[in-house]
C-alpha cells in the first residue's frame, strides 16, 4: 500500500485557504473562482433566510386580543425580483464554470500524452519515454493529456491539488488534462467506489522543476521498470497476425496500412465515417466488423488484447504517422 504522501513546503506557500488543497496547476484558480463564488452566495442565502424567519416568527407569533389579519395573496413585484435574482445568478455561475471547463478540455494542445491504466486496486502510468510506474510523474509547465482506461470495473482519477477528476472506463478510452504549475508531491486518488479495497487505491504525482530533473528520473534504470508500451504494440504485431494484413509502410496489403493511418478520416461501407484515435483502433481491434473501411472485405477476426496490448498497438499506429 502506498503511503499517504505529505505535502512540501513550496506547495503549502500556493495554500487556498485552510479548507482547500495547495493550487498546483492552472486550472486550479478558475475552478477554485467557482467554488468559491457559489459557496458565498449559499452562506449569504443562508444569512438572509435564516434572519427573515427569525423576524417573522417574531412578527407573527401568537398574540391575544387579536384577530384575523388581512394579508395579501399577491404581489408581482416581489416575484419578479425572487425569479429574477436567482436566474442572473444560476446564468453567472454557469457562464464562469462553463469557461473554466471548455479552457480545462479544450484549451491549449497536449504537449505530452501519457497512458494510465487502472485496475483493482492499483495505478499504472507508462511515460512516453518508455517508462512504466505506478507513480504520475509530469514537468512543471508542461501541458499533459492522460489518456486512461480500466481493466475490470469504474475507477476515477482525483487530483485535489490540481482540481481535476475523471472517470475510467472499460472499455473505452477516456482523457484528462492539465498543466502542473508548482513542483511537489501530491496525493492522487480513486473517486468512485470499485470495491472492497477503493480508499487504499491510492499514489502520487511527482511534479518535477524542470526537464532535466524528470529526466533524470527517467534515466533511474533500476526503478519499476517495465516493457516501453511501442515495444509491446511491435511485439503484438508481429506475434498476433495484425502484419499479415496491415503494413507499417504502406504497402497494399488485405487491410488499411497503418502509415498515415493516426487521425485521418475513415469512411465505412455502412456510409458513416470517423477520425482514427484511441476509442477507433481498439473498437477495430475487439470488434472489426462493427465498422468496415470502404474498399475492404469483412475478414479480420476480433483480437482479444489486454489494456496495455491494445495501448501498444495505438502506439505503434501512432509512431508511423506519416
Ligand atoms: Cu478504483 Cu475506487
Redesign the pocket.
Known amino acids: 500500500m502506498t503511503p499517504i504522501p505529505s505535502f512540501q513546503p513550496l506547495a503549502l506557500a500556493a495554500a487556498a485557504g485552510p479548507f482547500l488543497p495547495p493550487r498546483a496547476s492552472t486550472d486550479a484558480g478558475p475552478v477554485d473562482t467557482v467554488f468559491n463564488m457559489i459557496f458565498w452566495i449559499c452562506a449569504a442565502f443562508l444569512a438572509l433566510i435564516l434572519a427573515l424567519t427569525l423576524r417573522f416568527v417574531l412578527k407573527y407569533r401568537r398574540r391575544r386580543f387579536r384577530g384575523a389579519e388581512e394579508t395579501p395573496t399577491h404581489n408581482t413585484k416581489l416575484e419578479l425580483l425572487w425569479t429574477g435574482i436567482p436566474l442572473v445568478l444560476v446564468f453567472v455561475i454557469y457562464g464562469t464554470a462553463a469557461a473554466a471547463y471548455l479552457d480545462m478540455t479544450e484549451g491549449r494542445a497536449p504537449q505530452k500524452q501519457i497512458q494510465v491504466t ?1 485496475r ?2 492499483s495505478w499504472w502510468f507508462d511515460h512516453p519515454e518508455g517508462k512504466g510506474s505506478n507513480e504520475l510523474h509530469v514537468v512543471v509547465g508542461q501541458r499533459v493529456e492522460l489518456v486512461m482506461s ?1 481493466e475490470d ?4 482519477l482525483y487530483i485535489p491539488a490540481f482540481r481535476v477528476k475523471q472517470d ?1 472506463v472499460p472499455g473505452r478510452y477516456t482523457k484528462l488534462r492539465f498543466e502542473p504549475t508548482m513542483p511537489g508531491t501530491y496525493p492522487i486518488y ?6 472492497e ?3 487504499r ?1 491510492l499514489t502520487q504525482v511527482v511534479v518535477h522543476a524542470d526537464q532535466a530533473a524528470y529526466a533524470k528520473w527517467v534515466a533511474q534504470s533500476a526503478y519499476e521498470d517495465s516493457m516501453p508500451l511501442i515495444d509491446v504494440g511491435k511485439q503484438v504485431y508481429e506475434t498476433r497476425g495484425c502484419l499479415s494484413c496491415h503494413s507499417l509502410d504502406g504497402t497494399p496489403r488485405a487491410g488499411p496500412t497503418f502509415k498515415g493511418l493516426w487521425g485521418k478520416t475513415e469512411s465505412f461501407t455502412d456510409g458513416s465515417s470517423a477520425t482514427v484515435d484511441e476509442n477507433y483502433v481498439r473498437q477495430s481491434v475487439i470488434e472489426p466488423q462493427a465498422k468496415i473501411v470502404s474498399g475492404f472485405g469483412a475478414v479480420m477476426p476480433p483480437t482479444p488484447l489486454d489494456e496495455r496490448e491494445l495501448a501498444g498497438i495505438i502506439e505503434l499506429v501512432k509512431s508511423v504517422k506519416d
Open positions: 487502472a483493482k486496486w480500466a470495473v469504474l475507477h476515477s475510467l480513486c473517486a468512485e467506489y470499485c470495491g479495497n477503493h480508499s487505491m
